[in-house]
Nanobody, 125 residues
Framework: QVRLVESGGDLVQPGGSLRLSCAAS????????MGWYRQAPGKQRELVAT???????NYPDSVKGRFTISADNAKNTVYLQMNSLKPEDTAVYYC???????????????????WGQGTQVTVSS
């Protein structure tokens, strides 16, 4: 079993900053990639940022230059630093992790995907 624990969501004023964390624990052999998604009320879940084990990052234009994803592979933890927050960034943010639970799974490139429980970020004055 794998467990993801998120933290860091809060109410913040426009222009402010927040840092989200997501720690994975349990039957983990190796991480393939980690990321953050968000879902606002009435909207579909959308990609916010991803990072591979090798450190390659990806962002949509809506957050590029404002958000930074990073990871501590030794701790199986991913972070999302969010700066210059806007009201439209308000959403529930979900951690997403693709990982291998065994060496055999990694050899076969068969990773499992897990989601965190979500953490609320509200940007409002």
């Amino acid at each position: 079993q794998v467990r993801l624990v998120e933290s860091g969501g809060d109410l913040v004023q426009p222009g402010g900053s927040l840092r989200l964390s997501c720690a994975a624990s349990g039957s983990i052999f190796s991480i393939n990639a980690m990321g953050w998604y968000r879902q606002a009320p009435g909207k579909q879940r959308e990609l916010v940022a991803t990072i591979t084990k090798g450190g390659t990052t990806n962002y949509p234009d809506s957050v590029k230059g404002r958000f930074t994803i990073s990871a501590d592979n030794a701790k199986n933890t991913v972070y999302l630093q969010m700066n210059s927050l806007k009201p439209e960034d308000t959403a529930v943010y979900y951690c997403n992790v693709g990982l291998f639970t065994t060496a055999q799974a990694m050899f076969r490139k068969q990773y499992d995907v897990y989601w965190g429980q979500g953490t609320q970020v509200t940007v409002s004055s």
